[in-house]
């Protein structure tokens, strides 16, 4: 979809396509885009990357009994996602909240570094929020046979419900299971990329001088609106995983 | 000519399959209204479930985006 996306550029009305931010180019010249080319992803993910260790480390590094700014912020950061661990997937779910941190303070610093004029969103390509959520997919399903072997295949065979509905439900269970990568990485993707292209377009609007106060007030609002959405996807995306995680530690309904 | 027509069709598919949209708006809105009536009744017991809420909502957004999926399939794949 990057590649194709400034097709329409010339014969639209706009200046410029609200898709071509998404564009993944070089950061050193123009050659062609390989596996190992330096570009604008890789420089938004370092700084992505940069910034939850300056924010968790730094930030906490002088343990003061009076928190500054970054220590407060760290400690509610951990302190939430310690929380929402422990009341979705239970006590013993406990023992995997590193991953399910790694994976929120990661989406949550690139959905606002994103919100940066002249950023690029790292996670609004299917391709980067593809492989976390694959990861936690199979982690998740790993997960659940180490733990109990063959049992875990009760999570599609819901004991609470009439005998003549089990198998039924059991088709519908095995489906919702298997398009879980789908829709848990694509909900992120999507709310991202809509987001922007939505700024963009309004961004367009801007440059037609009868509707461009409306156009900048629309961007001021929509502006604020995807500051909410890109924590509240990052919450999201931490709290399904939460969900499987419980589904994988308790399979039985 | 023929090129024309099927990339005709794939745009007015795309914009068909906008219309899924509305539905996981109409279930986010239902979610979060019946959420706050409840809350309102027995706002002690709320907080505790503000993170199911949140489930819902991405459970019912969830078919949405899968129509939002569709149309960016019709428009840049097809």
Redesign the interface.
Known sequence: ?TT??NSGASEGGLVFHPMDQFKVTPLFGDGPVGIFTVTNVTFWMGATLLCIVLLLVLGTSRRALIPTRFQSIAELAYGLIFK?VE??SGKDGVKYFPLVMTLFMFIVFSNFLGLLPMAFTTTSHIAVTAVLAMGVFLFVTILGFIKHGFGFLSVFWIGSAPLVLRPVLALIEIISYFVRPL?HS??LA??MM?GHAVIKVFAGFAAIAAISPFSIVAITAIYALEVLVAF?QA??FA??TC?YLKDALHPHH | MEGDIVQMGAYIGAGLACTGMGGAAVGVGLVVGNFLSGALRNPSAAAGQTATMFIGIAFAEALGIFSFLVALLLMFAV
Do not use: F, K, P, T
Request: without cysteine; aromatic residues 6%; hydrophobic residues 55%.
């Open positions: 979809m194709e996306s929402m009341d979705v829709s694509i909900r999507g709310n809509a509240i919450y999201v709290i399904l969900v």
